[in-house]
């Protein structure tokens, strides 16, 4: 079930720096390319989103980077702050029916 | 955003009794709601996806006589957990979505819930 491949697994950054996860997906049908954020017992949240008709969707601090001939996309995190210490998950899906493959996750901890 | 709300928050039950989890949508008609599993540190594993008013659609690996998925009404999907047993421990976590205009809109989690079995 896991078709989309999601790195690195943690990743470690100073405030301030830029924080950098990359996924890749595998089944060609899938559209739409979100990025949630989860906090520990907490549900993910939707933090921003991107369909293939783009290579770049920037949202404040976040930037979505998407590569169709490669079937890769990653999300940028500019000016890393201590607030967005969080896991997060890459998807893959068909944009109309929400039907979703979730990457493993990122353990994110910036540094104060 | 669409508010989503799962009951309970956290669960503790006995080990051969079934649990019912609601999951809510509160601002809006969710068409169409999922079920996720999530162990701890790992990602969100789609169980299955219910349809309100049709029968649930489950991933392969999945048993449904196992969980037992409602999508009774616009607004409420339940998850029961039948004869749950300690490997049944785990953060379930729905989502929910309407349609559009013949298009699923973006879809809205809830908080999860997380059950122990002992």
């Known amino acids: 079930q896991q078709q989309v491949k999601q790195s690195p697994q943690s990743l470690i950054v100073q405030k301030g720096g830029i924080s950098i996860i990359n996924c890749a997906y595998e089944?060609?049908?899938?559209?739409?390319f979100p990025w949630y954020q989860q906090f520990p017992g907490k549900g993910p949240a939707l933090l921003i989103a991107?369909?293939?008709?783009?290579s770049e969707k920037k949202e404040g601090r976040f930037t979505i980077s998407f590569n169709k001939s490669a079937k890769q996309f990653s999300l940028h995190i500019m000016d890393s702050q201590p607030g967005d210490s969080a896991t997060y998950f890459c998807?893959?899906?068909?944009?109309?029916?929400?039907?979703?493959?979730f990457g493993a996750g990122t353990r994110l901890t910036v540094k104060p | 955003g669409a508010v989503v709300s799962q009951h309970p928050s956290w669960v503790i039950c006995k080990s051969g009794t079934s649990v019912k989890i609601e999951c809510r949508s509160l601002?809006?008609?969710?068409?169409?709601m999922f079920w996720y599993r999530q162990f701890p540190k790992k990602s969100l594993m789609l169980m299955a996806t219910?349809?309100?008013?049709?029968?649930?659609?489950?991933e392969q690996g999945v048993e449904k006589d196992k969980f037992l998925i409602n999508h009774a009404s616009l607004t409420l999907s339940t998850l029961t957990v039948t004869s749950a047993h300690p490997e049944d421990s785990s953060f379930y976590i729905c989502?929910?979505?309407?349609?559009?205009?013949?298009?699923?809109?973006?879809?809205?989690f809830g908080q999860g819930t997380r059950l122990t079995v002992v």
């Open positions: 998807a893959g899906g068909v944009y109309n029916n929400n039907d979703m493959r």
């Open positions: 989502s929910a979505s309407s349609r559009w205009r013949g298009a699923n809109t973006e879809a809205f």
């Open positions: 601002d809006f008609q969710a068409t169409t």
């Open positions: 089944n060609t049908a899938f559209d739409y």
């Open positions: 219910s349809n309100e008013g049709s029968k649930a659609t489950y």
């Open positions: 991107i369909r293939p008709d783009v």
